[in-house]
């Protein structure tokens, strides 16, 4: 049993380039989340997908876009890198009926 | 706004005493209040968690002390352990009356150390 897995777990990045950020879990679960972990600031809520289908922004959208590709994969993405997305990515995912989140390993983003 | 304040953000505590952290919140929506613990390179894992109709849930050397007309939780870790030194974070979340939730609000974090 994996649980939630993030795919890249280390990346770097030039200002203004793209790229896209993999998660899958394989809890059955419905909800799904994406956070971002800066030094100092806790993990802050970027977006997060309530069931398959449905997205909605959190706390820190801007710079982001998110799909929920299918029940288990949802993704987030950066259409243009900027210096202030340098973070630490955790991807998380919970039961409707039971807030315990499961959290990924982490993707170590650095953006140059 | 920081929705969850806590602290302290560094702690060190002797191996075999008490680690005690601290949490406030404003939102007297959230109902569901759990601890995580992160080790280094790691995601954050569940630790334990309380909802707002007790003041008190224990697990092992773990409890949670609720205070709801003080908007405030706090984790006490008895007989404190070298690997128990780790970054802990509280939150907060409410339920969707259908099940569900928006996600954790999380604290700054505090950074433990149990020195041996």
């Known amino acids: 049993n994996a649980g939630v897995t993030q795919t890249p777990k280390f990346q770097v990045l030039k200002t203004g380039q793209s790229m896209t950020l993999q998660c899958a879990q394989d809890?059955?679960?419905?909800?799904m989340y994406w956070y971002r972990q800066d030094p100092g600031m806790g993990l802050r809520l970027i977006y997060y997908?309530?069931?398959?289908?449905?997205?909605d922004k959190g706390e820190v959208p801007n710079g982001y876009n998110v799909s929920r590709l299918n029940k288990r994969e949802f993704s987030l993405r950066l259409e243009s890198a900027a210096p202030s997305q340098t973070s630490v990515y955790f991807c998380?995912?919970?039961?409707?009926?039971?807030?315990?989140?499961?959290f990924g390993q982490g993707t170590r983003l650095t953006v140059v | 706004q920081q929705q969850v304040k806590q602290s302290p953000q560094s702690l060190i505590v002797q191996k075999g005493g008490i680690s005690i952290i601290n949490c406030a919140y404003e939102?007297?929506?959230?109902?569901?209040f759990p601890w995580y613990q992160q080790f280094p390179g790691k995601g954050p894992a569940l630790l334990i968690a309380?909802?707002?109709?007790?003041s008190e849930k224990k697990e092992g050397r773990f409890t949670i002390s609720f205070n709801k007309s003080a908007k405030q939780f706090s984790l006490h870790i008895m007989d404190s352990q070298p690997g128990d030194s780790a970054t802990y974070f509280c939150?907060?979340?409410?339920?969707?009356?259908?099940?569900?939730?928006?996600?954790?609000?999380f604290g700054k974090g505090t950074h433990l150390i149990i020195q041996p």
């Open positions: 998380a995912s919970t039961f409707d009926r039971d807030l315990e989140a499961f």
């Open positions: 809890m059955n679960h419905n909800s």
């Open positions: 997908s309530a069931s398959e289908g449905t997205t």
């Open positions: 939102n007297t929506a959230f109902d569901y």
């Open positions: 309380i909802r707002p109709d007790v």
């Open positions: 939150a907060a979340s409410y339920m969707y009356s259908g099940g569900g939730a928006d996600g954790l609000t």
